[in-house]
C-alpha cells in the first residue's frame, strides 16, 4: 500500500532542519509572563487544588494571544515548541505549579499519568527512597518513546549536576524513511502489536491489549505514531506469542532509524523553559544523569500530560487503556505492578 509521504511537512524535519531548541524556542514577553505569574500568586492564595482550577482563573490576554503560534507548531508545524523566560528563582514551588499549570490549561486539558490519578508529575530521582518506580523518576537514560497523551510537557526547576540531556525525534521521519527503504515492514508496523498495560489497567481489563495498537496508523490523511518497545516485549513475554521474525525486524528498523544522530534534535533545558511535544509526531528521552547530593538541589522537573484543546484526528486503536487515547485510568490505590521487570528498558 502506498502511504502519505511527508516530504513538505514541517514535522518531518531531521538533525539538518532541527539540531537543537533555537528554531522552535518561544520567550514569552515580560508582559505574558506578569499575567502568568500573578494569576498563579491568586490561584493560590484562593486556596483552590490545581484541579478545580480551570483557564479562565488566569486572566492572561496577552499569554493566551502569544500561545496561538505554540499551539500551532505543536499541532501542525515541527510537534514541538520549547517557551522559555517563566520566572523560577525566588518563587515558591507551589506558585510555580500553578504557572505551569495555567500555561497547560491554555493548550488542553491535563489527564492522569498513573493509576494514583496524578495530574502533575515531579520528573526526579528518588531511587534512594523507593525501589519499584517509573523509569522517569530514576538516572537512568530512558529509550525513546511516546507519552499516552495528545501533548506532553516538561518543565524544568532545576537541571542535574550533569547529564539528563533532551533529545527528541520525528516520528514522521521515521515514517518516510521506512517507506523508502522496507514499504513491507511499515506495513507491520500499521497492523500493530499487542500492548502491555503494566499493572495500570482498569479493573475491568486484561494485563494485555485484546486489540493490535498501531505504531503508525492515519485519520483524516494525518500519519500518527505510539510507540513503547518495553509494552511490546512485556506483552509478548507474558503472553508466550512470539513475534515473527518480520515483526522484530520492523521494530528494529524502527529503532535503527531513531537512534540515528542524523535524525535527533538533542539540547539541555535551562531554569524557566518548558519543553511541549506532540506525542503522536515526536519521540522524545532523555541521557543518564549525576545529581548534586544536597536534595534542595537535585533535579526536578514538572510534568503534565495533555489531552489538546483542539486535537489530532487517531483512530480508536490508538488507546492502550480504557478505549481513551489520552491517560492512564485511575484506580485509586495499590502500585502498578510490572516496572520492576522493565525499569532498565525506560520506557517513560
Not at 497547560?104 to 499519568?113: A, D, I, K, Y
Not at 532545576?158 to 521521519?173: F, I, M, Q
Request: proline fraction near 5%; hydrophobic fraction near 40%.
Amino acid at each position: 500500500m502506498s502511504r502519505h509521504n511527508h516530504r513538505d511537512h514541517p514535522g518531518a524535519w531531521t538533525a539538518g532542519e532541527l539540531a537543537g531548541k533555537e528554531p522552535v524556542s518561544y520567550p514569552l514577553s515580560a508582559v505574558a509572563v506578569s499575567e502568568l505569574l500573578s494569576s498563579a500568586i491568586q490561584v493560590r492564595a484562593s486556596g483552590s487544588t490545581l484541579q478545580q482550577t480551570h483557564a479562565r482563573d488566569y486572566h492572561a490576554p496577552a499569554l493566551t494571544a502569544e500561545l496561538e503560534s505554540i499551539r500551532h507548531e505543536l499541532m501542525h508545524g515541527r510537534g514541538l515548541a520549547v517557551v522559555s523566560a517563566l520566572p523560577v528563582t525566588g518563587h515558591e514551588l507551589s506558585v510555580l505549579e500553578a504557572m505551569y499549570w495555567g500555561l497547560g490549561l491554555q493548550l488542553g486539558t491535563p489527564v492522569s499519568q498513573s493509576v494514583m490519578g496524578d495530574v502533575l508529575g515531579y520528573v526526579t530521582d528518588v531511587t534512594d527512597k523507593e525501589r519499584n518506580v517509573r523509569p522517569y523518576r530514576a538516572r537512568n537514560a530512558l529509550r525513546l518513546h511516546t507519552d499516552f497523551a495528545d501533548l506532553s510537557g516538561l518543565f524544568c526547576i532545576r537541571p542535574a549536576k550533569t547529564g539528563g540531556e533532551s533529545r527528541v525525534v520525528s516520528t514522521l521521519a521515521i515514517h518516510d524513511e521506512m517507506a523508502r527503504r522496507r514499504p513491507d515492514l511499515l506495513e507491520l508496523l500499521y497492523r500493530g502489536y499487542h500492548f502491555h498495560r503494566l499493572g495500570e489497567q482498569a479493573k475491568h481489563e486484561p494485563n494485555i491489549t485484546s486489540h493490535r495498537v498501531p505504531i503508525f496508523s492515519q485519520a483524516n490523511g494525518h500519519v500518527s505514531c505510539r510507540y513503547s518497545r518495553a509494552y511490546i516485549m512485556e506483552a509478548e513475554a507474558a503472553s508466550g506469542d512470539v513475534l515473527s521474525g518480520d515483526e522484530k525486524d520492523a521494530l528494529d528498523l524502527f529503532d535503527e532509524i531513531a537512534y540515528r544522530e542524523d535524525m535527533r534534535a538533542s539540547f539541555m533545558l535551562a531554569p524557566g523553559e518548558v519543553l511541549f511535544m506532540n506525542s503522536y509526531t515526536t519521540l522524545h528521552t532523555r541521557s543518564a544523569f549525576e545529581d548534586w547530593e544536597d536534595a534542595s538541589e537535585k533535579r526536578l522537573l514538572l510534568r503534565l500530560w495533555l489531552a489538546a484543546n483542539e486535537p489530532r484526528p487517531v483512530v480508536p486503536e490508538v488507546a492502550v487503556y480504557s478505549g481513551n487515547p489520552n491517560g492512564i485510568p485511575i484506580r485509586g490505590a495499590g502500585d502498578p505492578a510490572g516496572f520492576e521487570r522493565v525499569a532498565t528498558a525506560g520506557y517513560s
